[in-house]
């Protein structure tokens, strides 16, 4: 999940330009937030509602996605300003172009108050961190975030996977304590397996035969061979590729730290030129030779690979939701991971509980740090999730034993992702069994069920490394991950041979992957302390 940003010199006429259109320059932001001067200590209620007496502004920027509408027009967001009394001011930027207008604004130093659902990545927060721009956020936490800390305090790895070495915290991430929202299940058409008498498989060998079946077997009854027995999500460059993350764990191989990380006895094992990696992509190569791996499956767009869902005519896919295939659940049930040639049965794929890193940062030029930090840490709590997420109650949603579920009259206009920033993901709220009715009704959770039992007892985030380091984990990971997915997808694919493994192994030792694994080794031992 490793992102990579640069900027080049900017004009001014740029800069004026973004900053006409956006948050402000600094100067402006203390002459509007005049009658608030002073420490925000003085202003800030400790507990309950309103936030603070005198109302206040505070200036945001976010990333908007496509489903989204204007955050001011989100009930979230009204109706949390009559309850603490505090306004805020978004500037919207597009996902495309988003990273390159956040550039812009630490460049020009022409800061918001707070960064909004805009990940904020590691080496981001490490770098505008050290320069001052964004605030140590450790001490903020502890006495005005209760639900924050009472996360952190309950999941220890959060704490350790946002704190940088130096022991400060300079953003806050999504967290997700519901394991059903971390992972993509594995989802097998089951009125296949009935039609054809099949059992669901259960190892690696079995998934084979069922996927012969299902390309021999006419499963759908319309004497052709036209039915897809397996497919996956294409890959985006730089994130790995999918095929290998949803399969990597038949093979003994896990995904910790945020990389193709296995954790033996507190050592860390970089396990992409090892031999049980060899097998998974000769696995991987044989189902792909015989026509039971989707042959777009390298260069399909998203749509076509919800649309392979939605048809009923594939038998076997990944995915976190049911909501593609709604109209035809009941063709699909989720099952466990499959156990692999030497006994491994892990579910390797999956997200940590701190799962969007950097979904919100304050910065240096926020007169009111203490108020910002109580007015985020609401949507920490499932109460304040539940606004987030559902909007208003019985406008939006409905209760029922103690859960929010949409009313069918919303859900049939299509808008949620006009009433909430959730939509569209990275948002700074927490995703509990409490408030995840929409993307986790039982059939979704029954798959989990079968997932859970081979989960890790902890997943570790991406650690934070110094400035410096995290320079070098980059440039080391440029290069490493581009030749290691090329690679790979040749592998699959059959257009390069077995035969090179052992070249393919001499290439990643050129290109210092054991320096890459004492880097992440040294980082993880910092995490333990």
Same mark, same amino acid.
């Given at each position: 999940?490793?992102?990579?940003?640069?900027?080049?010199?900017?004009?001014?006429?740029?800069?004026?330009?973004?900053?006409?259109?956006?948050?402000?320059?600094?100067?402006?932001?203390?002459?509007?937030?005049?009658?608030?001067?002073?420490?925000?200590?003085?202003?800030?209620?400790?507990?309950?509602?309103?936030?603070?007496?005198?109302?206040?502004?505070?200036?945001?920027?976010?990333?908007?996605?496509?489903?989204?509408?204007?955050?001011?027009?989100?009930?979230?967001?009204?109706?949390?300003?009559?309850?603490? $009394? /505090?306004? *805020?001011? +978004?500037?919207?930027?597009?996902?495309? !172009?988003?990273?390159? &207008?956040?550039? %812009?604004?630490?460049?020009?130093?022409?800061?918001?108050?707070?960064?909004?659902?805009?990940?904020?990545?590691?080496?981001?927060?490490?770098?505008?961190?050290?320069?001052?721009?964004?605030?140590?956020?450790?001490?903020?936490?502890?006495?005005?975030?209760?639900?924050?800390?009472?996360?952190?305090?309950?999941?220890?790895?959060?704490?350790?996977?946002?704190?940088?070495?130096?022991?400060?915290?300079?953003?806050?991430?999504?967290?997700?304590?519901?394991?059903?929202?971390?992972?993509?299940?594995?989802?097998?058409?089951?009125?296949?397996?009935?039609?054809?008498?099949?059992?669901?498989?259960?190892?690696?060998?079995?998934?084979? $035969? /069922?996927? *012969?079946? +299902?390309?021999?077997?006419?499963?759908? !009854?319309?004497?052709? &061979?036209?039915? %897809?027995?397996?497919?996956?999500?294409?890959?985006?460059?730089?994130?790995?590729?999918?095929?290998?993350?949803?399969?990597?764990?038949?093979?003994?191989?896990?995904?910790?730290?945020?990389?193709?990380?296995?954790?033996?006895?507190?050592?860390?094992?970089?396990?992409?030129?090892?031999?049980?990696?060899?097998?998974?992509?000769?696995?991987?190569?044989?189902?792909?030779?015989?026509?039971?791996?989707?042959?777009?499956?390298?260069?399909?767009?998203?749509?076509?690979?919800?649309?392979?869902?939605?048809?009923?005519?594939?038998?076997?896919?990944?995915?976190?939701?049911?909501?593609?295939?709604?109209?035809?659940?009941?063709?699909?049930?989720?099952?466990?991971? +499959?156990?692999?040639?030497?006994?491994?049965?892990?579910?390797?794929?999956?997200?940590?509980?701190?799962?969007?890193?950097?979904?919100?940062?304050?910065?240096?030029?926020?007169?009111?740090?203490?108020?910002?930090?109580?007015?985020?840490?609401?949507?920490?709590?499932?109460?304040?999730?539940?606004?987030?997420?559902?909007?208003?109650?019985?406008?939006?949603?409905?209760?029922?034993?103690?859960?929010?579920?949409?009313?069918?009259?919303?859900?049939?206009?299509?808008?949620?992702?006009?009433?909430?920033?959730?939509?569209?993901?990275?948002?700074?709220?927490?995703?509990?069994?409490?408030?995840?009715?929409?993307?986790?009704?039982?059939?979704?959770?029954?798959?989990?069920?079968?997932?859970?039992?081979?989960?890790?007892?902890?997943?570790?985030?991406?650690?934070?490394?110094?400035?410096?380091?995290?320079?070098?984990?980059?440039?080391?990971?440029?290069?490493?991950?581009?030749?290691?997915?090329?690679?790979?997808?040749?592998?699959?694919?059959?257009?390069?041979?077995?035969?090179?493994?052992?070249?393919?192994?001499?290439?990643?030792?050129?290109?210092?992957?054991?320096?890459?694994?004492?880097?992440?080794?040294?980082?993880?031992?910092?995490?333990?302390?």
């Amino acid at each position: 999940m490793s992102k990579h940003w640069a900027r080049g010199a900017l004009s001014t006429a740029l800069i004026s330009a973004l900053l006409l259109a956006g948050c402000g320059s600094n100067s402006e932001k203390g002459a509007e937030t005049k009658n608030t001067e002073g420490s925000s200590e003085t202003t800030v209620n400790a507990t309950g509602f309103p936030l603070t007496k005198d109302a206040i502004t505070l200036k945001m920027f976010t990333r908007i996605a496509p489903v989204n509408g204007a955050f001011k027009d989100m009930p979230v967001f009204q109706d949390y300003e009559k309850m603490s $009394n /505090v306004h *805020v001011e +978004f500037t919207e930027a597009p996902t495309d !172009g988003f990273q390159e &207008k956040k550039n %812009l604004l630490f460049a020009s130093n022409e800061l918001p108050d707070a960064f909004y659902r805009s990940g904020i990545s590691q080496l981001e927060a490490t770098r505008y961190g050290a320069a001052g721009q964004l605030i140590p956020l450790e001490d903020l936490v502890d006495k005005y975030a209760p639900n924050l800390k009472s996360l952190m305090e309950k999941y220890p790895e959060i704490r350790s996977g946002i704190t940088t070495p130096e022991g400060h915290i300079y953003a806050i991430p999504g967290i997700v304590t519901l394991d059903a929202a971390r992972t993509d299940k594995k989802w097998i058409n089951q009125a296949w397996l009935k039609k054809l008498n099949l059992d669901i498989p259960e190892t690696t060998d079995d998934l084979y $035969n /069922v996927l *012969v079946a +299902f390309r021999d077997k006419d499963p759908n !009854g319309n004497g052709k &061979k036209d039915e %897809l027995p397996m497919t996956a999500r294409a890959p985006v460059p730089g994130q790995g590729l999918p095929i290998v993350n949803m399969m990597s764990g038949s093979f003994g191989l896990d995904q910790q730290l945020g990389y193709n990380i296995n954790l033996v006895n507190d050592k860390v094992e970089i396990w992409m030129g090892n031999d049980r990696n060899k097998e998974m992509l000769q696995y991987l190569n044989k189902l792909y030779k015989e026509k039971l791996l989707d042959p777009d499956m390298f260069s399909q767009k998203e749509a076509d690979y919800l649309a392979k869902q939605s048809s009923g005519n594939t038998g076997f896919f990944f995915d976190q939701t049911n909501n593609v295939f709604l109209e035809i659940q009941d063709q699909y049930t989720g099952i466990a991971p +499959f156990k692999g040639p030497h006994g491994d049965q892990m579910q390797s794929q999956g997200a940590p509980i701190a799962r969007d890193f950097g979904a919100f940062a304050i910065t240096s030029a926020n007169k009111n740090p203490e108020l910002t930090m109580r007015w985020i840490d609401y949507f920490y709590s499932d109460e304040g999730s539940t606004m987030l997420r559902f909007g208003r109650e019985g406008e939006n949603y409905e209760m029922k034993d103690g859960i929010p579920y949409y009313t069918k009259a919303f859900l049939a206009t299509g808008d949620q992702g006009k009433i909430t920033p959730y939509a569209g993901g990275g948002a700074p709220h927490i995703i509990s069994d409490k408030v995840a009715s929409f993307i986790n009704p039982p059939q979704v959770q029954e798959a989990q069920d079968k997932l859970t039992p081979f989960m890790p007892k902890i997943r570790y985030a991406s650690p934070m490394f110094d400035e410096n380091t995290a320079q070098e984990v980059n440039i080391l990971r440029n290069d490493i991950d581009k030749y290691y997915e090329e690679q790979s997808t040749k592998f699959i694919a059959g257009a390069l041979s077995f035969d090179k493994w052992d070249e393919f192994q001499s290439t990643l030792k050129k290109m210092k992957i054991d320096t890459l694994q004492d880097l992440y080794q040294q980082a993880y031992d910092k995490m333990k302390k």
